[in-house]
């Protein structure tokens, strides 16, 4: 390592040491994208807040032990543009990414709540339509919509309708699923393709003029992850979906929660060529680019081809790979080998290329 990548990888750790300081006097849309500006919103203002063991750990969902047994709860909220596009809609938008919160905790998801924010004037049919969308997608993973809350606000006060559910599930594995589990010699792999729906939703605008024949990959994942534990158990270390920020924020979430180093394989990572012609048209990198129905895991290498395997086996996981390992240096920070025998740093997002995606 040079003198000049050394001086520069020091320089990183000092400013990831330092204490967050959210500088802005008003919030952005980069906040909610999932990057740098997410993460500084979130441990500056919320994690002061509301600072406690459980929130600390700044997973998918909470893990409580109840004497009824281990229960994980998780709430999002849903403020994608437009309503509907191809492949979904805000309604299994928003139930998917629920229960899907609820799987990356490893659990098994019981019920859902629902809150609903709408415009003066929006279309009852269009609200009709997304209800009926929400009871199609929770039929489909097994969960029922089980309370709610309706709110409407001023003609111009809002964008139509914003969706917030909550989730309730079942720990039915003695597994602890984490960020900071993640060791040298791990394997990670990614479920299918990336950034499927963050390119759906921008092209579904129709602000650029470009056609593709493309869908977004709104599951529920309950059931891939299930496949997986079952079939890899205690050599799982975690699973996340990668949704705002895509497969890189996921990526050094757990470099730095586990003080690792992650390098991953450019000509491993599975992107269709719409995709990735569309991101390249568009400025963006398709790691940054949310995903819907996929999600990344780290597992131990004993356990990585059955991991691998299992994830193939289920009509979810069918374009499942390995895309990369876990080292021990640089720690904190995520690599990309790239397609050019190069190497580069794969950093969190900074501004927001796709905003209200999610």
Do not use: W
């Amino acid at each position: 390592m040079s003198l000049t990548e050394e001086q520069v990888l020091e320089r990183i750790a000092r400013v990831r040491a330092a204490r967050p300081r959210l500088r802005e006097e008003r919030i952005t849309l980069a906040h909610g994208a999932g990057g740098k500006a997410t993460h500084t919103l979130i441990e500056a203002v919320f994690l002061d807040a509301f600072r406690n063991p459980e929130l600390e750990r700044l997973e998918d969902g909470a893990t409580l032990a109840t004497p009824a047994g281990r229960l994980a709860f998780t709430t999002d909220s849903f403020v994608v543009s437009p309503l509907f596009f191809p492949g979904g809609d805000i309604g299994d938008l928003a139930v998917n990414g629920t229960v899907n919160d609820l799987a990356m905790c490893g659990a098994r998801p019981l019920s859902l709540s629902a809150g609903f924010i709408l415009e003066e004037g929006f279309p009852v049919a269009d609200l009709r339509r997304i209800a009926t969308s929400m009871a199609a997608a929770a039929r489909a993973a097994g969960v029922d919509i089980v309370t709610g809350d309706t709110k409407v606000v001023q003609r111009g006060k809002a964008d139509g309708c914003y969706v917030t559910t909550a989730g309730v599930g079942l720990l039915e594995r003695p597994l602890t699923l984490s960020a900071a589990r993640a060791v040298p010699g791990d394997v990670v792999l990614v479920s299918g393709p990336i950034g499927d729906h963050g390119i759906t939703v921008m092209l579904a605008r129709g602000e650029l003029d470009i056609s593709a024949d493309l869908e977004s990959d709104t599951a529920p994942l309950h059931g891939l992850a299930a496949a997986l534990l079952d079939a890899a158990g205690p050599g799982v270390r975690l699973l996340r979906d990668a949704t705002r920020g895509g497969v890189a924020t996921i990526c050094n979430e757990v470099a730095t929660a586990s003080g690792v180093a992650v390098v991953l394989e450019e000509k491993a990572i599975p992107v269709r060529p719409v995709v990735n012609g569309a991101a390249e048209l568009l400025g963006i990198d398709p790691l940054y680019v949310a995903c819907e129905g996929r999600f990344v895991t780290v597992v131990s290498p004993e356990v990585a081809d059955v991991a691998l395997a299992a994830l193939r086996g289920h009509p979810l996981g069918a374009g499942a790979a390995r895309i990369g390992v876990v080292g021990d240096d640089p720690p904190g920070l995520v690599l990309l080998r790239t397609g050019f025998s190069g190497t580069r740093i794969v950093d969190l997002l900074v501004g927001d290329p796709l905003p209200r995606i999610c």
